[in-house]
């Protein structure tokens, strides 16, 4: 079945360390998406990003859709950039979204 | 613009009850999303609708939950005869860029 790799699990940062998160699709898709979720929150889109790079402030997503994969460089952490950062893929003629387990981050102060 | 409201925020049920959550979409957007979110099992698509119409429903439990969108303006998702495993937050999500709704905290006792 379709299935979403998203590493690591969880990361802990001090503030100002830069991190690297990753998503590995198991299956061609259509595009994907990176989401952000605060503890006890809901899911707010950080990019729609079906192939390329694109950047909003600190935060830059790097999808290169022939090698299935794609990644979020979050730059000069901060306290509040903790939470947890899923991606998902969207496939088929239905465009049905897979979403992956998640990235726990950290950044203490 | 109020975003996807999703009511109620919290429902407890008995084991057997029935629950019915609602979802009301973003005006002037045609897809409506549903998922499931626990520790456990994460971010699970259940089924969603464009147009009303339904699209896919492959995520959903063959037994006891049913969807509906019988208008522009709300969704419901439907669990009858309710059991502890049931118990999740239950997300919408708006437009096939999926905007998220704050979700419903079901807990089946």
């Known amino acids: 079945g379709q299935q979403v790799q998203q590493s690591p699990a969880s990361l802990v940062l001090q503030e100002g360390e830069n991190a690297e998160l990753q998503c590995n699709f198991s299956?061609?898709?259509?595009?994907m998406q990176w989401f952000y979720q605060r503890p006890g929150g809901s899911l707010v889109s950080l990019f729609y990003?079906?192939?390329g790079t694109k950047q909003s402030g600190r935060l830059t997503s790097t999808t290169v859709i022939k090698e299935r994969r794609s990644s979020l460089h979050i730059s000069s952490s901060q306290t509040t950039d903790s939470g947890t950062y899923l991606c998902?893929?969207?496939?088929?003629?239905?465009?049905?979204?897979?979403f992956g387990k998640g990235t726990s981050l950290v950044v203490h102060p | 613009n109020a975003g996807v409201i999703q009511t109620p925020r919290h429902k407890v049920t008995g084991k057997g009850q029935e629950a019915t959550l609602w979802c009301e979409p973003i005006?002037?957007?045609?897809?409506v999303f549903w998922y499931r979110q626990t520790i456990v099992q994460g971010l699970e698509f259940l089924t969603y609708f464009r147009n009303q119409a339904p699209i896919d429903d492959s995520g959903m439990p063959k037994e006891r939950f049913s969807a509906q969108m019988p208008n522009q303006s709300h969704s419901t998702l439907k669990i009858q005869s309710t059991q502890p495993q049931d118990s999740a937050v239950y997300l919408c999500?708006?437009?096939?860029?999926?905007?998220f709704g704050p979700g419903t905290r079901l807990t089946v006792l």
């Open positions: 998902a893929m969207f496939s088929g003629g239905n465009y049905k979204p897979t």
């Open positions: 999500a708006s437009s096939l860029q999926q905007y």
């Open positions: 990003n079906p192939s």
């Open positions: 005006s002037g957007h045609s897809a």
């Open positions: 299956t061609s898709l259509n595009s």
